[in-house]
């Protein structure tokens, strides 16, 4: 069993909230699916890019799904999702309205009786919150993160960075793209955390699990890291979607 709660807010800098988060719980027996977007393209075009994505990318799970699947099939049906999601935001964007060149982040959990498939595009993230401990899965698709990896830039470095907010893949600029896919497993009590920059460029990693940890009860820990967050300005939006299997 999940239990299932998300949470989206513009934060205190930003006039719109350009998240855009859903959830389809499939039950005891089906697929549980979550995304979250953040998008980017200006006042309309970014909250019109991760609405867009979102909806196309839980149409294409719903109606591809099938409970006899395996994960090598699941893992067909998110990278066709993720491909719906891309063609939603691009045809949109060529269609006029000054909204060429929108585009949105990616990030996505399918689950079903403890197992899950993560797909990203993009810097939002997945977290797996196992055993009093946080790992992030997803890696970001940003220029400090490939910084990070060729070891020009410290983790920490990272975080302050000028270049922060540049990310080097997203859905929509472009005819295609592409996500990048991890498989997890997930045990009771642990937790599955999907969320925008706008709640990992303020809060730390270890920050989140502290909250997930003692947020056992209900989902008032996502109310406490909103309030993290704006303790220390919120300057874009924020958004997260958490799952705990019991």
């Known amino acids: 069993m999940l239990n299932i709660w ?39 075009g970014g909250k019109l890019a991760s609405h867009l994505a979102v909806d196309a990318f839980l149409s294409a799970c719903k109606a ?32 006029g309205d000054g909204l060429r060149g929108m585009g949105t982040t990616l990030v996505s959990a399918v689950v079903r009786k403890g197992e899950a498939l993560l797909d990203n595009v993009g810097d939002s993230r997945a977290y797996l919150i196992h055993d009093g401990g946080i790992a992030r899965i997803t890696r970001d698709h940003s220029v400090v993160e490939r910084l990070v990896r060729q070891g020009n830039i410290t983790e920490e470095e990272a975080r302050i960075h000028p270049n922060r907010n540049l990310i080097t893949r997203a859905l929509g600029p472009d005819r295609s793209a592409f996500s990048d896919s991890y498989r997890v497993t997930l045990e009771p009590g642990d937790s599955l955390l999907l969320c925008t920059d706008g709640l990992t460029g303020p809060v730390t990693d270890r920050e989140l699990a502290e909250e997930i940890l003692r947020g056992t009860e209900d989902n008032r820990c996502l109310d406490r890291l909103l309030e993290l967050a704006k303790k220390r300005g919120a300057p874009d939006n924020v958004t997260a979607v958490l799952l705990r299997r019991q």
């Open 6 to 44: 998300g949470m989206t807010d513009t934060g205190l800098a930003r006039r719109e909230n350009q998240d855009a988060y859903a959830v389809h719980d499939g039950g005891d027996d089906g697929f549980t699916v979550c995304v979250v977007c953040d998008g980017m393209g200006g006042p309309g």
């Open 64 to 95: 591809n799904l099938r409970e006899d699947m395996d994960w090598d099939q699941v893992e067909e049906v998110t990278a066709f999702a993720v491909a719906a999601a891309n063609t939603a935001v691009y045809e949109r964007s060529c269609a």
